[in-house]
C-alpha cells in the first residue's frame, strides 16, 4: 500500500509541474540547416517558418524551412524565390507568407514575394512601394501586410507602407513618428501594430515605442520599452500581449506588452545564450526563439509557454456588412478553441450592448444592429480553468437604410437559398473588391452591375458564362465616391443582390 500510495504521490506532483509550467522557456529541435543570423521568421496557422539569412560573413542564405510544433520536426521547403540574402522582412496574412526587402553586402532590395504552403511554392509580387533597404520592421494586420523603416548605407528611413494581397498594391501611409531608424522590432495585437527600439543616426540607440492605427492612419507614442535602448531584438504576440527580448549587446531578458495598461512587466530570461539578430514568432498560445549570432550564426530553437495557456482567438475579420447585421470571423487555426464569447457595441456607447452566448465557430452573425452606425466588437477564447483576455475586431458600419428609386423598379430582390449565394470581401471597401459567388451548377451567361443609391446603373460587367464557386476581383478605386451602393449578380435562372459600402473613395 505505500508503495501506491507514494507511485499517486509522484504522478500528481508531475501533473502539477505539467500543468503549471508557465512563464518557462523549453529547448526544441534546432532548426534546420546551417546556424544563421539576420533570417526572416513567420507562422502560418499551426506551422512555423525560417529561412535566408547569413552564416558566418560569407556564407548566404536563401534555403527555406518549416517547423511543426506538434511533432517538433523541421521540414526543408522550396528555396526563397528572391534567391540567397539577410535581413529581410517575414509575416503572414492569412494563410500565405510574404518576404521581402533585404540585400547582399552594401545593395539593398526591393522585391517581395509570396509563399503558399500548400503549393509549396513562391510568387513575386509588386515591389515594395518604398526605396530598397535593409533591416526593416514587417507584420500584418487584420488582412493587410505593413512594412516601414529600415535603412542601410547610413540611411535611416521612417516611411510606412501598407501592401493588400487582394489587389497586389502598396499604399504609403503616415510615417513612422519617431526618428528614423533601422534594426528597430515590430508585431500586431488585434486591429493594431506596434514598432520600437532600433538603432538610428550617429549609432543612436533607442527604446522608444509607438502604436499604429490602420483605421485612422496615426501614430501614438505608447511607454517605453521596459528593457532599455537596444537594436536587434525580436518579438512576436501572443494573444492579446506583445513580447520583446535579446537584442545588441548579447542581451538575453526578455519582457511582455500589455496595450491595456501600456505597461511592460519583466519575463523568464530567454532560454539560450543572449544573442542578436534572432528570428521569433509565435504559434496558437506558444512563442518561438531561434537562430541569431553568438559570436557567430547558431541554430538552437527555443519555446516559451506564457502565464495563460487558454489560446486567444486570432485572425478577427468582418466579413460582410448589411444595414442591420453583420459576419464576423476568425482564423480557423485556432477552431480547437473549447469555446469563444462575443461582445459588441456602438461607437462611443459605455457599455456592452450584447454577449452573446458560448460558441466554438469560426463565423459568428449578428443581427439587430442600427443602420448607418459604427460598431466595435470583441472576442475571448472560453477555456476550462481560464479564459483570454479579450482580442479587439476592426470596427465596421452597417450601411444606410437602402431604397431605389422609381427608374429602378426593373431591379428586384430575390432571396437565394440552398448552397447560392453572393459574399463581397472585404465590405465596407475602399472601391476594389472581391466578389464570392456561389451559383447553380449549370452555367449561364452572368451580368455584375452596380446601382448607386438613387437606383441607377452607374457601372456593369459581363461575367461570361459562368457556374458554381466563383471569384471576381473588381477595381474601381478612385473611381467611386464614399457611399451605398448595390451589387446585382443578374443571370437567367436566379439573381443576387448584395448591398456594396464604400468607405473612402480615394
Known amino acids: 500500500m505505500k508503495t501506491i500510495i507514494l507511485l499517486i504521490a509522484i504522478l500528481f506532483a508531475a501533473g502539477l509541474n505539467t500543468s503549471y509550467a508557465q512563464n518557462t522557456w523549453t529547448r526544441k529541435a534546432d532548426c534546420g540547416g546551417l546556424g544563421r543570423e539576420m ?3 513567420f507562422s502560418i496557422g499551426s506551422k512555423g517558418y525560417i529561412g535566408t539569412g547569413l552564416n558566418g560573413t560569407t556564407t548566404l542564405l536563401s534555403d527555406f524551412w518549416e517547423y511543426d510544433a506538434s511533432t517538433d520536426a523541421w521540414t526543408q521547403k522550396a528555396d526563397f524565390g528572391g534567391g540567397i540574402r539577410y535581413q529581410a522582412v517575414g509575416f503572414s496574412i492569412g494563410n500565405k507568407g510574404y518576404v521581402g526587402t533585404g540585400g547582399v553586402n552594401t545593395t539593398g532590395y526591393n522585391d517581395f514575394w509570396e509563399y503558399d504552403p500548400a503549393a509549396n511554392g513562391w510568387t513575386q509580387k509588386a515591389d515594395f ?6 533591416n526593416a520592421v514587417g507584420f500584418s494586420i487584420g488582412s493587410k501586410g505593413y512594412i516601414g523603416t529600415g ?3 547610413f540611411n535611416f528611413e521612417k516611411d510606412f507602407w501598407e ?3 487582394a489587389t ?5 501611409k503616415a510615417d513612422f513618428m519617431g526618428t528614423g531608424r533601422e534594426n528597430a522590432v515590430g508585431f500586431s495585437i488585434g486591429s493594431k501594430g506596434y514598432l520600437g527600439t532600433g538603432v538610428g543616426m550617429g549609432a543612436v540607440h533607442f527604446k522608444d515605442f509607438w502604436e499604429y492605427n490602420p483605421a485612422t492612419d496615426t501614430w501614438i507614442q505608447k511607454a517605453d520599452f521596459s528593457g532599455g535602448e537596444r537594436y536587434t531584438p525580436v518579438g512576436f504576440s501572443i494573444g492579446t500581449k506583445g513580447y520583446i527580448g535579446l537584442g545588441f549587446f548579447d542581451l538575453n531578458d526578455f519582457w511582455e506588452y500589455d496595450p491595456d495598461t501600456d505597461g511592460w512587466t519583466q519575463k523568464a530570461n530567454f532560454g539560450g545564450t543572449g544573442r542578436a539578430y534572432a528570428t521569433g514568432f509565435s504559434i496558437g498560445n506558444k512563442g518561438y526563439i531561434g537562430t541569431g549570432v553568438y559570436p557567430v ?4 530553437f527555443w519555446e516559451y509557454t506564457p502565464e495563460n495557456t487558454c489560446l486567444s482567438p486570432s485572425g478577427l475579420n468582418v466579413q460582410q456588412v448589411s444595414d442591420t447585421s453583420a459576419v464576423l470571423t476568425r482564423d480557423a487555426s485556432g477552431a480547437n478553441i473549447p469555446k469563444v464569447r462575443l461582445r459588441y457595441r456602438a461607437v462611443g456607447d459605455t457599455a456592452w450592448a450584447k454577449k452573446t452566448k458560448d460558441a466554438a465557430r469560426t463565423k459568428l452573425h449578428i443581427k439587430g444592429l442600427i443602420p448607418n452606425t459604427s460598431y466595435e466588437w470583441q472576442l475571448r477564447s472560453v477555456c476550462t480553468e481560464d479564459t483570454s483576455g479579450w482580442v479587439n475586431g476592426p470596427d465596421f458600419t452597417t450601411a ?6 422609381s427608374t429602378a423598379s426593373a431591379v428586384t430582390s430575390s432571396k437565394p437559398t440552398g448552397n447560392i449565394h453572393v459574399q463581397i470581401m472585404p465590405n465596407p471597401n475602399k472601391g476594389n473588391f472581391t466578389i464570392q459567388l456561389q451559383l447553380p451548377a449549370k452555367a449561364a451567361i452572368t451580368t455584375l452591375a452596380l446601382y448607386n443609391n438613387m437606383g441607377q446603373k452607374i457601372w456593369q460587367q459581363d461575367a461570361g458564362n459562368i457556374s458554381g ?3 471576381k476581383n473588381i477595381s474601381l478605386q478612385n473611381q467611386l465616391p464614399a457611399g451605398i451602393y448595390m451589387m446585382v449578380i443578374q443571370r437567367n435562372d436566379v439573381r443576387l443582390m448584395q448591398r456594396i459600402v464604400v468607405s473612402i473613395s480615394k
Open 39 to 41: 533570417a526572416i521568421g
Open 129 to 134: 512601394g518604398g526605396i530598397p533597404r535593409r
Open 151 to 153: 535603412g542601410g548605407d
Open 163 to 165: 501592401y493588400d494581397p
Open 168 to 172: 497586389d498594391v502598396w499604399t504609403k
Open 297 to 300: 550564426g547558431v541554430k538552437d
Open 400 to 405: 444606410a437604410s437602402f431604397a431605389f428609386s
Open 469 to 471: 464557386a466563383v471569384n
